[in-house]
């Protein structure tokens, strides 16, 4: 595949996406999502897609805004820590499920009552920004985005 770099050689599509991440993420700030469990629904998403881009940008943002080391290690394996509260469980959860909505082989039930923890709004908003993340994965691996040290 070639390293086209999409959002440059098509800014149109690049801007509507611009405008869909800030719908996106008022949506979360109108739910009362905090913005560390927004954080780690990127950071969630980008692991499981591979995208080394998204996962530098948003462990970033997350310690920007109080994430721990500790906290983003154990991202990849939350559910077997004591780490996270009841709703990021949940928003992670939601995470994996739209990030691997196809591959139902793949898709594990971590047991985490989403309906349970979080609001029909919460569940909505958390649902768009992992659609938001994962759209962002695919344009910045498609357009081979750099990641240097």
Known sequence: ???????KTYSGPYKAMLDFNDQAVAAGKDAGLSPLLVE????RASQLNGCAFCLRMHCA????????????????????????SPEEQAAMQIAERVTMIGDHGRLV???VDVDGILSE???AAVTWLA?????WNRIAISSHYLVHP
């Open 131 to 135: 659609v938001v993340i994962n759209s």
């Open 109 to 111: 039930d971590r047991g």
């Open 1 to 7: 595949m070639s390293h086209v770099n999409i959002g």
């Open 61 to 84: 943002d997350a310690i920007a805004a109080g994430e721990t080391a500790d906290r983003l290690a154990v991202v990849a394996g939350w559910w077997e820590s004591q780490y996270f």
């Open 40 to 43: 780690l629904v990127k950071v």
């Open 121 to 123: 709004k919460q569940i």
